[in-house]
């Protein structure tokens, strides 16, 4: 089977591409220099001459505060670029997966949110990734939503690594601890996903570590596994004077068959390798 993967520079379209190359798939990993998907005629010329059974779309703007700062490349990318990626495979009879985020929701919920419930944003990068949901529903029939949250993995910068190569343990870390998330190891993503390469369930998946925590607890939990004495204090994200607003609590639940073990055992899975 040939895949193509969109954001293939990235956390999850390095996974991924490591991951299909082990069970032989045949895969063309594209980067942002490779295709421009904020040009329609570029994103048809090449997927068509690649001729994948599957696109996973995993380019996008995620940069949560940029997006507010310059909407309208968090539009052009996300959105305009999703129904580019959108037009292009339909065109083709190829088939889509589309990487979304935990971002469409608003958090005022309460609890985790499953694949039915109704999105709501409440800042740019959750409508422009929502937009984007809209589109691959509105224009294909063969298509993966695929939701995650607060990817950590071995190949970018993320706040693991951060705080796991602090060499002053009497530093103090202000954390934010108001916010509820899934953190999700990169490579049990990337498992859950090729799940779906043989499957034609089509629809809306939630594809995230089992359970939910704060930035706080995530950090705190991290230096009991490594044993390092730090100094961790909450604090509320208001103080932070972000410009995009976040969610409270945007904790996801998978309701579908695909399963992930839950974020502490991916956590220490992910610390035996740092």
């Not at 089977?1 to 520079?9: A, D, P, V």
């Not at 001729?51 to 703007?61: G, K, L, Q, S």
């Not at 995230?208 to 596994?225: A, R």
């Amino acid at each position: 089977m040939k895949i193509c993967i969109l954001g293939g520079s990235g956390q999850l379209g390095y996974e991924l591409s490591k991951d299909l190359e082990k069970l032989d798939f045949d895969i063309v990993s594209l980067r942002r220099k490779d295709l421009d998907i904020t040009n329609l005629d570029s994103c048809y010329e090449i997927l068509n001459s690649i001729r994948p059974e599957f696109v996973i779309h995993a380019a996008a703007y995620t940069d949560i505060d940029g997006c507010e700062k310059t909407p309208d490349l968090a539009y052009s990318v996300n959105t305009n670029g999703t129904e580019n990626i959108t037009k292009a495979v339909e065109k083709i009879g190829t088939k889509l997966i589309y990487v979304s985020t935990d971002h469409v929701f608003d958090g005022v919920k309460g609890s985790s949110y499953n694949e039915y419930d109704t999105p709501n944003p409440i800042n740019v990068y959750g409508m422009s990734k929502y937009n984007g949901e809209l589109i691959v529903k509105k224009n294909l029939e063969k298509y993966f939503i695929v939701r995650t949250s607060s990817i950590f993995g071995h190949r970018s910068k993320n706040l693991i690594k951060a705080i796991t190569n602090l060499t002053n343990t009497n530093t103090i870390l202000n954390i934010i601890s108001d916010q509820k998330r899934s953190p999700t190891y990169s490579a049990d993503f990337s498992t859950a996903l090729i799940q779906l390469l043989n499957n034609e369930d089509y629809g809306i998946y939630h594809l995230v570590n089992k359970g939910s925590c704060s930035w706080y607890e995530f950090v705190q939990y991290i230096f009991k596994i490594k044993e390092m004495e730090v100094k961790v204090v909450p604090i509320n994200s208001k103080d932070l004077q972000l410009m995009a607003k976040r969610p409270e609590n945007i904790s996801l639940n998978n309701s579908s068959y695909i399963r992930l073990r839950s974020w502490e055992e991916a956590v220490e899975e992910y610390l035996t390798f740092t």
